[in-house]
């Protein structure tokens, strides 16, 4: 790796010179092409002295242990904990933003803490968690670090999470995933002009994403939806996207909905109303999908998990913590329908606690 292998210039994946010069990295659909110097939109990916470098491998802002049912992951370990962390910088922007102190840092002093990928796997395994989640911004933007902790993690017996908007390209897209067990997705809304308007990208390859993870890996991976008021939520977009997502996806891979609050560049729009959620889940069940809840508001009901069979619930969830457990193994206890994702035999007792820590 030579005088690039460093925590501030560490040698990119995913990248080619073109006939001027420049660099262009290919990573994500940006397809960012860069002059000596030059930082891409995501501003960690970096040309240096005509090599592509990412800026902040080893470094994070902060490190933190939630329960995995945060990422959003309900069909993944119910009820263990995780260690979360990001990095700064994204290669979206959109305006809308529940994280842009992080996804949007120009200045990395917020990059307090440093870690090697063997001090996380680690410090993850002696605080008992069952994964590691590279969250807060998006891992894509960050992957060859992400790869490498995702590899320790792995010969610790931990798992690896990534939660990811889904925008990257077939150059990134197997690599990143052969070193993931479980991901979340964010599908952000169903247009073109969705992603377009609030996000600066396209929506084609998230799509090419989803249907990656569930044709070609063995990930185990749910969506999020965050819907909006007057921007994504109306019945005939959900209806289409339920409906592409039950002939892509199939009826098993979990749908979360959640809820908006005004923050970063969109503060004219209201709260995301509870019964929003709600018809968004009917909707969304109606059209043969299994497993659909709500999020970021109290709804037991909605954020419990059912049996696509007897109709019984199985896993009470109350916000984070579990309740009543009714599956043996991963079948339902009422009539022994098998119920997609991992689970242990008995759910974590982890709960709602959010424990930061130090690590490095």
Known sequence: MGAFATSSQFPARWWVTLSDGRLECRACPRFCKLTAGQRGFCFVRQNVGGQMVLTTYGRSSGFCIDPVEKKPLNHFYPGTSVLSFGTAGCNL???????????????????????????????????NCRSVAFTYNDPVIFAEYAMDVADACREAGVASIAVTAGYMTGDSRPEFYRHMDAA???????????????????????LDTLKYLRHETRVWFEVTT???????????ELARAADWFAANLGPDVPWHFTAFHPDYKMLDKPPTPAATLTRARAIALERGLHYIYTGNVHDRYGGSTWCPNCGQRVIER????????????????????????????????WGRCRLPVQVG
């Open 226 to 236: 965050l819907l909006i008021p007057g921007e994504n939520d109306s019945d005939a």
């Open 93 to 127: 922007g959109c305006r809308f933003c529940q994280n842009w102190d992080i996804s949007k840092a120009r200045a990395f002093d917020r990059l307090a803490d440093k870690a090697t990928p063997d001090v996380i796997a680690t410090v993850a395994k002696r605080m």
């Open 318 to 349: 109350d916000w984070y913590v579990l309740g009543d457990w009714q599956l043996k193994k991963n079948r339902c206890a009422h009539c022994g329908c098998e119920i997609a994702g991992h689970f242990a035999e008995q759910p974590g007792n």
């Open 184 to 206: 979340n997705v964010d599908l952000k809304g169903f247009t073109e002009g969705f992603y377009h308007r609030n996000c600066h990208g396209e929506i084609a390859p998230v």
